[in-house]
């Protein structure tokens, strides 16, 4: 869940950045080389604030940008839907999502189709009970 909440971080970057922007039309904007300098630091800025805020994060933080780079236009569309939908959730379904998450890294295709057709057929109580069994090893992200 970490990689989403990078995304997430990157997304909303790009979202505090678009107050620069808001006079041109998308398709006007220039690539990244004929950025002005202030419009650079507009999208740069948030970033440099949160490497600087927590040096402990940086490792994770480049790890995330080299993932995200090498992602396909798909995959990144698909990783924006996934945390749209992570946003909204409810506190208890965030950390529903990030035990099967952690869970589901270790397991096959099919062990992942198995777990997913038994979450589905779970009470709210069952989950909850799998969920204290099986925690997130990761702590919820920061905001």
Do not use: C, Y
């Amino acid at each position: 869940m970490k990689t989403t909440f990078f995304r997430a971080a990157t997304l909303g970057m790009l979202l505090l950045a678009g107050n620069s922007f808001a006079q041109t039309p998308a398709q006007a904007l220039p690539e990244w080389d004929k950025l002005t300098s202030q419009q650079r630091e507009t999208l740069i800025a948030p970033i440099r604030e949160r490497w600087n805020a927590d040096p402990t994060e940086r490792p994770r933080m480049l790890e995330h940008a080299r993932r995200w780079q090498a992602m396909t236009p798909e995959q990144r569309q698909q990783a924006r839907k996934g945390m749209r939908r992570f946003e909204g959730m409810k506190p208890h379904q965030r950390e529903e999502a990030r035990a099967l998450f952690e869970r589901m890294k270790s397991l096959s295709p099919e062990q992942r189709k198995l777990l997913r057709d038994e979450w589905r057929a779970m009470t709210a109580e069952q989950r909850k009970a799998w969920v204290q069994k099986n925690p997130p090893k990761s702590p919820a992200p920061h905001p």
